[in-house]
């Protein structure tokens, strides 16, 4: 399902979901369900150093060849999303030997992981990663697969721990940190390899 750029729409195997690289018609929703999720669930509200990326979906994500955007769309609304970026976590506000082990360029980040929570329990976050993580296989120069979570999110901390390994968990180090965990997926391997 996944080429070299992304993927194409495909069913996803759960009645009436269809998964698709987006497109500039994806944009309004894909960013709704982003902002959503922002304030509704992670309580922080849009916070331009952390979430500019929300605003400018092409610049951010479809337009450099190294990112992506996938979309869940059931009828005519987005109601997931998921995204790779091209760089790893910064520091400050992360620690720095977090920034190192994961650095931009090759470190293939996933993010905005989001489902609306009507449409939670179908299986889509984990069809978002599976598909993001062929995708980094596929764009080439990649060497890890890293994202970070906020615990304080119904479900988040348990279903990355079902699919990653944790690097580190800031609630642990002095201070607290931000509080969120660092997790590492396995690169899958290109396809054809």
């Known amino acids: 399902m996944t080429g070299a750029r992304g993927v194409a729409p495909a069913a996803t195997g759960r009645q009436g979901y269809v998964l698709r690289t987006a497109t500039a018609e994806d944009v309004g929703g894909a960013r709704a369900v982003m902002l959503d999720t922002v304030y509704h669930d992670l309580r ?15 610049d951010a994500y479809l337009r450099p060849e190294r990112c ?65 993580g062929a995708f980094a296989a596929n764009a080439g120069g990649y060497t890890s697969l890293y994202l970070h979570t906020d615990p304080a999110v119904p479900g988040a901390e348990p279903f990355w721990r079902s699919m990653a390994h944790e690097v580190c ?19 899958p391997a290109p396809a054809g390899a």
Do not use: K, M
Request: net charge positive; proline share 9%; glycine share 10%.
């Open 44 to 58: 922080s509200g849009y916070v331009p150093r952390w979430h500019a990326d929300i605003i400018d979906l092409e």
């Open 169 to 187: 968990d800031e609630r642990t180090l002095p201070g607290g940190g931000q509080g969120i965990i660092h997790f590492e997926l396995p690169l």
């Open 68 to 132: 992506t955007l996938l979309v869940v769309r059931y009828g005519d609304e987005v109601v997931a999303t998921g995204a790779v970026r091209d760089r790893g976590p910064q520091t400050p506000p992360n620690p720095r030997w977090v920034a190192d082990r994961f650095p931009s360029g090759s470190t293939a980040q996933l993010c905005r992981i989001y489902v609306r929570p009507e449409h939670r329990r179908h299986g889509l976050a984990r069809l978002l990663v599976r598909e993001l």
